[in-house]
């Protein structure tokens, strides 16, 4: 199973931009990257992945580098509704088997 | 996506007895899972259920332990036996489902808190 870095919190201001950190340096080459956020007393929630292409969506976007050992989760405006445990998941695809790690929380400052 | 629901919420309970935690999705899944988060820590996965076989538990959980039952395509049973004040902690059951345009996207319900006395 691939090993994820992230920092252990961040902090940002409403309505600015936010890039979330994750290194994956051991992940394999048919791994799909997935990002789940964790509101307060909530279960997690998909936000978005991805294996090779940058990819975007209605709530966040994903760089991946090229060489796939890092991913960057990219959420364009901080709302305080964005505070949160964000997860990054490298998921081998067809085995279904999360391993999640320790997280960034996030801050959203007003 | 798959909306889930968990009963009970949460629950207080005395060392020594059992609670069984039910988990229903809105539409019928092949894969669904367990959960642990301990306080303040991250998910550590149980095990997973599907329909028609055993669990399969994940390394330094035991089904003794945590007996799980999947009847049908949208409902599964955790039971956290004997409980000790070290199993409090979130209880979290999730679904797979393969929407179009997504691989492998589990969908994860509200959780069960647990507290032991």
């Known amino acids: 199973d691939a090993k994820t870095t992230q920092p252990n919190s961040m902090e940002s201001n409403e309505e600015e931009p936010v890039h979330l950190p994750c290194n994956h340096s051991t992940i394999s080459g048919t791994d799909y990257i997935h990002w789940y956020r964790q509101l307060p007393s909530q279960g997690p929630e998909y936000v978005i992945h991805?294996?090779?292409s940058n990819v975007n969506n209605r709530m966040a976007s994903l760089a991946i580098a090229e060489d796939r050992k890092s991913s960057t989760l990219i959420l364009h405006r901080a709302t305080l509704r964005d505070a949160a445990v964000y997860y990054c998941?490298?998921?081998?695809?067809?085995?279904?088997?999360?391993?999640f790690g320790t997280g960034t929380r996030l801050k959203v400052l007003a | 996506s798959a909306v889930i629901s968990q009963k009970p919420s949460r629950d207080i309970c005395q060392r020594g007895t059992s609670l069984t935690i039910q988990c229903q999705v809105d539409?019928?899944?092949?894969?669904m899972f367990w959960y642990r988060q301990q306080p303040g820590q991250s998910l550590t996965l149980i095990a997973t259920a599907n329909q028609g076989s055993e669990a399969t538990y994940e390394s330094g959980f035991v089904i003794d332990k945590f007996p799980i039952s999947r009847p049908n395509l949208t409902f599964s049973t955790l039971t956290v036996s004997n409980m000790s004040p070290e199993d409090s902690s979130i209880y979290l059951c999730?679904?797979?489902?393969?929407?179009?345009?997504?691989?492998?996207?589990?969908?994860f319900g509200p959780g069960t808190r647990l507290t032991v006395l």
């Open positions: 539409s019928q899944v092949t894969m």
């Open positions: 991805g294996l090779t």
């Open positions: 999730s679904a797979e489902r393969s929407d179009p345009g997504r691989t492998d996207t589990q969908y």
């Open positions: 998941i490298p998921i081998l695809s067809g085995t279904y088997k999360y391993i």
